[in-house]
Structures are given as C-alpha cells and as structure tokens.
C-alpha cells in the first residue's frame, strides 16, 4: 500500500546532541512536510518542500533544519535539542500545495 | 483571540450515541479539512469542505460547512469504540496558504 513513513517511531536523545528523524513516501507526492506536535496542541508546521524547493516558515528555529535528497525522503535535522523541542514530529505529504496532506504516523521524540 | 477554535476541548459519550464537534473560524474560509488522529498517531484524512453549505459522509461520519463558509461542524451517528480519538480541523485561508490546525476535540466513548 502507498504510504507514508517515519523512522524511527520513537527517539530519545540527549540535551545538545543531534538527532535526524526520517521521513519517506511510496504516494510519488511532490511536497513533503514537516510539523511539530506538543501536547494537546494544534500541529504546527515548521516547513515544506515543493520538490526541491524549500520553504521555511517564518517562526522555525535554526535549529532545525531539513534536507530532501530525493522524492521520496526527507530528513529533520535538530542541531541542538532542548528540552523544549520534545514534541511528536509528523511528515506529511500531498501532491500538489493546495491538495489533501496524508499523515505518517510520526516519531516521538524525548530529550533528557 | 484564537483564528480557529474547536468545540469542546473533550467529550465522553455513551457508545450508541449521537454527537456534534464543532469548528469556527474568525474568518472566511477557503477550505476545511477534518483529520482524526489515535493517541500518539499521525493524522487520518477524513472529509475537505470547500462549498458554502457543502455536506459530506463518509460511513457514519457527516460534515457540514455553513453557508457564510465560517464554522463546520462534524456529526457521528451511533458512536462506536473505534471512533474515539482527537479529531483536528484545518482551516485554509487562501489557495496560496498553509492548513492552521484548531487544538482539537478529544473524543472517548463509554461501552
């Protein structure tokens, strides 16, 4: 079945030490993005890439960072975990910017 | 003031029973989305509302957008355990925009 991945589905690191969470699809969707979910909160988009190119929203840290190598991966870089960036991180795709984003199922991420 | 909100926070209802989670922008909406999301999940597409008064089901499942395109409102028809979870709304502003996600209404239902 055509889909979207995440890898891996829970991640603990420690504070300051990098981590990169994945993200691939099968759906051959051009955009791929990436929100970040606290608890009990609405999904916040960090950023999004329509094919290659990037499109940073406005309030993401430089901490984070992303990378698409090709269609169907794309990578968050966290340069520095805090504390404060232990969220539930979920890629999502469409086909075109306008059209219905499908879900992974995201990674956990925990920062001691 | 909050851009978009949902209606209630949570929710516990009898398994069997009817009920209505609501979603109200401050202002006029280009597009709805309802996405349903199980507990430490991603999100599960259900409905996109587009149309003033357009009304979509999709199994027991039926959403409404009003006609002046600023509230939504979610219906489910004789409540399984299978339709608990946190149900999200999306709003878009514009066919440039982004989706805002409201914080979402935490569904569980009593057997």
């Known amino acids: 079945d055509a889909m979207v991945i995440q890898n891996p589905r829970y991640q603990v690191t420690q504070f300051g030490k990098p981590v990169t969470l994945s993200c691939s699809q099968t759906l051959n969707h051009n955009v791929m993005y990436w929100y970040q979910q606290k608890s009990s909160q609405a999904p916040k988009l960090l950023f999004h890439?329509?094919?290659?190119?990037?499109?940073n929203e406005a309030d993401t840290p430089d901490n984070f960072q992303s990378r698409r190598p090709n269609t169907s991966f794309c990578f968050l870089d966290i340069r520095s975990p805090g504390l404060g960036d232990a969220a539930m991180y979920l890629c999502?795709?469409?086909?075109?910017?306008?059209?219905?984003?499908?879900f992974g199922p995201g990674t956990r991420l925990l920062v001691l | 003031s909050q851009e978009l909100e949902q209606s209630p926070q949570s929710l516990i209802v009898q398994e069997g029973k009817n009920l209505t989670i609501n979603c109200t922008s401050s202002?006029?909406?280009?597009?709805l989305y309802w996405y349903k999301q199980k507990y430490g999940e991603g999100l599960i597409f259900l409905m996109m509302l587009q149309k003033g008064g357009e009304e979509k089901s999709h199994e027991k499942i039926t959403a409404k957008l009003d006609e002046k395109k600023q509230q939504s409102s979610l219906h489910i028809t004789a409540s399984q355990p299978s339709h608990a979870g946190i149900y999200l709304c999306g709003a878009l502003y514009s066919s440039a925009s982004k989706i805002i996600f409201g914080s979402g209404t935490r569904l569980s239902i009593r057997p």
């Open positions: 890439y329509y094919d290659k190119d990037f499109n």
């Open positions: 202002k006029t909406l280009y597009g």
């Open positions: 999502a795709t469409s086909r075109g910017q306008q059209e219905t984003q499908y």
